[in-house]
C-alpha cells in the first residue's frame, strides 16, 4: 500500500530565504507525482506536475524534483516571498491503476514566511 | 474560465438529514473526482468520473455515501443519513481526458453535521 509522507508538518523562514520541502513515499512504481499548494479556506492549486521518467519540473522560483529509486521527492522555493505561506501538498499517483488517478497525498508542510 | 464551482461553500445539519453537495467542473474536463478532507485524516479520494461514469468509487466510505454524474457540467455526492462523523471539507477536481494533466480544485464545502 502507497504512502506518502511529508516533513515537516510545519515550517517558518524568514523572507528571501531559499528553501525546500520534502515529500517520501514507499511504493516507486508511481505514474506521476504532483505537488499543490493550498491556501486557507480554499481548495488546492496545482503547482508542479512531474511524470515517472522525469527528474523535474520547474516554474518560475519552484523547482520541483523526482528521484523514483529512492522514493523522494523536493520542492525547492527560492527567494521565499511572505506571498508563499500556504500548506504544500505532495500526491502520488500510483501506477497500478490502469486508469486515471488513484491518487495519494502527503499531509502537506504548512509553511510560514516571515516578512 | 470560471473554475471549478462547488456548492453549497458551508452546510450546517442535524444527524439523520440528507444532505446533497453539488459541483461544476470546468467545460471540457472529462474527469470528475470527489475527496474528503479531515485533520485526522488528510485528503481522500472518495470516487472519480471518466466521462459521467463512475470508474472508482473504492474510497466511498459506506452505503451512506453515493455520487452521480448525470451530465457532463454537473455531480452530486449524497449522504443519507448524515452522521457527525462525516463532517469535513469536501473536494471536486476536474481534469482533461489526459492522463498527465492536473487536477483542478474547487473551494470545497465545509460539512458540519451536529
Known amino acids: 500500500k502507497q504512502e506518502v509522507t511529508q516533513i515537516p508538518a510545519a515550517l517558518s523562514v524568514p523572507e528571501g530565504e531559499n528553501l525546500v520541502l520534502n515529500c517520501s513515499f514507499t511504493?516507486?512504481?508511481?505514474?506521476?507525482l504532483q505537488w499543490f499548494r493550498q491556501d486557507p479556506g480554499k481548495g488546492l492549486t496545482s503547482l508542479l506536475l512531474i511524470q515517472s521518467s522525469q527528474r523535474e519540473q520547474t516554474s518560475g522560483r519552484l523547482n520541483a524534483s523526482l528521484d523514483k529509486s529512492s522514493g523522494r521527492s523536493t520542492l525547492y522555493i527560492a527567494a521565499s516571498q511572505p506571498g508563499d505561506s500556504a500548506t504544500y501538498l505532495c500526491a502520488v499517483r500510483c501506477s497500478e491503476y490502469s486508469s486515471a488517478s488513484k491518487i495519494i497525498f502527503g499531509s502537506g508542510t504548512r509553511l510560514s514566511i516571515r516578512p | 474560465d470560471a473554475g471549478v464551482i462547488q456548492s453549497p461553500r458551508h452546510e450546517v445539519t442535524e444527524m439523520g438529514q440528507e444532505v446533497t453537495l453539488r459541483c461544476k467542473p470546468i467545460s471540457g474536463h472529462d474527469y470528475l473526482f470527489w475527496y474528503r478532507q479531515t485533520m485526522m485524516r488528510g485528503l481522500e479520494l472518495l470516487i472519480y468520473?471518466?466521462?459521467?461514469?463512475?470508474?472508482?468509487d473504492s474510497g466511498m466510505p459506506e452505503d451512506r455515501f453515493s455520487a452521480k454524474m448525470p451530465n457532463a457540467s454537473f455531480s452530486t455526492l449524497k449522504i443519507q443519513p448524515s452522521e457527525p462523523r462525516d463532517s469535513a471539507v469536501y473536494f471536486c477536481?476536474?481534469?482533461?481526458?489526459?492522463?498527465?494533466?492536473?487536477?483542478?480544485f474547487g473551494d470545497g464545502t465545509r460539512l458540519s453535521i451536529l
Open positions: 511504493d516507486s512504481a508511481i505514474y506521476n
Open positions: 468520473f471518466n466521462n459521467n461514469v463512475p470508474i472508482d
Open positions: 477536481a476536474s481534469s482533461l481526458e489526459h492522463d498527465n494533466q492536473p487536477q483542478h
